[in-house]
């Protein structure tokens, strides 16, 4: 008998891989200018930084970091890590769980709460990983409208009537894809629609601190009676995305069946790093360093959206306070898909928006990132992809 004939589990006929990660292959050519991936710039990476907390902290607790872990974490960065998300969300959490980047959180949560079958309640679009992660433990993915300014709320309630899920996943703020952020009274409204109706919020919230203009806004959490929102953090984006530490916050029982499902993923996200990310908080590094990068991210998407002003004026895209995406709406009838072939020849590479899309369609619109390219490649590579774009509205 053939390898090739192999019967894989039924929970991947629907998931065939990351589009990003695929065209990841592509913008490794050289000379790409990249719009298409989410990763922090290279000058937003602390690695002298990073060099000598490793050094500090492997002379004064190496052996215990260099050991097996628990799976609740790094004892002293559940510490400071507790200590840390009460300030930030301005409310007393249960309990926290350090997890291997924020996508693990989301996998751990689907495996304490998804049966095959359960129904989750999505943004359109959404961010792909997760899509995925929801589609390998099969769950019934349906879709939320959304307006200018992201989930609505009215559909959302019409249909937690109809469907009677057992999650809702939500990015409120600078929205992956889209860079759209939920206002106050839509993640009052939503707190108070998951205790109403017993619907757990997987609240992913891994750009808030990436604002560039404007006022923070309270979490969903922040308005959470009943303990129904469970809060996805991560470090990716401000420290590092290569340390991989995320977490989890929220209701202690919730967070029990996480824990029990990580120990047989991966025992423990890993002490060196988890070490390394509890001597941010508690030295009060990330302050000073996240401003610092905003200033970098504003500049650039200052610049992504001056360029996109000279677009044709049917085309239409979000005008973000912070994140790392632009997104923009072609008119119907134009393949982003295909429209890509052509934009990769000329070396500038996007994501097409149909690959955010849970129940496909838009393929008229795509995903810009303007975190990891130079001023000047910004410059150059949107008026490439204006020319590409003018000519096939044409």
Not at 357 to 384: A, P, V, Y
Request: aromatic share 8%.
């Amino acid at each position: 008998m053939n390898i090739s004939d192999v019967r894989f589990a039924h929970r991947f006929d629907q998931v065939t891989g990351s589009a990003i990660r695929e065209i990841f292959k592509v913008i490794a050519q050289p000379g790409m200018i990249s719009f298409a991936g989410g990763n922090p710039s290279p000058d937003a990476l602390p690695d002298r930084t990073v060099a000598e907390l490793t050094e500090f902290v492997i002379r004064n607790d190496g052996k215990r970091i260099l050991q097996y872990g628990a799976t609740e974490g790094y004892a002293p960065f559940v510490e400071s890590l507790k200590t840390y998300v009460e300030a930030m969300l301005g409310i007393s959490i249960p309990a926290v769980l350090p997890v291997t980047g924020s996508t693990q959180a989301m996998d751990l949560l689907c495996k304490a709460l998804i049966d095959p079958g359960d129904t989750v309640l999505v943004e359109n679009p959404s961010f792909l990983g997760n899509l995925q992660c929801m589609k390998l433990y099969q769950a019934n993915l349906v879709t939320v409208q959304s307006d200018e300014n992201g989930l609505i709320t009215e559909d959302l309630e019409e249909k937690i009537k109809q469907y009677h899920p057992k999650m809702l996943y939500t990015i409120p703020t600078f929205q992956n894809p889209s860079g759209k952020t939920l206002p106050d009274d839509r993640r009052r409204k939503i707190a108070k629609l998951a205790n109403q109706y017993g619907v757990i919020v997987a609240e992913d919230d891994p750009y808030r601190d990436l604002r560039y203009e404007g006022e923070p806004l309270r979490s969903i959490k922040y308005y959470d009676e009943g303990g129904w929102v469970m809060f996805l953090g991560s470090f990716s984006k401000i420290i590092s995305p290569g340390l991989r530490v995320g977490y989890i916050a929220g209701d202690a029982s919730v967070i029990r069946k996480c824990t029990i499902g990580k120990q047989s993923t991966d025992v423990h996200t890993a002490n060196l790093n988890q070490a390394i990310v509890d001597q941010f908080i508690r030295r009060n590094l990330l302050p000073d360093h996240i401003q610092a990068i905003c200033k970098g991210y504003g500049a650039k998407m200052r610049q992504m959206l001056k360029c996109l002003e000279l677009f044709p004026d049917d085309v239409v895209y979000t005008r973000p306070q912070g994140g790392l995406f632009i997104w923009a709406e072609m008119p119907a009838g134009i393949d982003a898909v295909l429209m890509l072939q052509k934009a990769v020849e000329r070396k500038v590479a996007y994501v097409p928006g149909t690959y955010f899309c849970s129940d496909g369609g838009h393929t008229n619109t795509l995903r810009l990132n303007f975190s990891n390219s130079t001023e000047e490649q910004i410059e150059t590579g949107m008026s490439i992809l204006r020319e590409i774009v003018t000519n096939e509205i044409k």
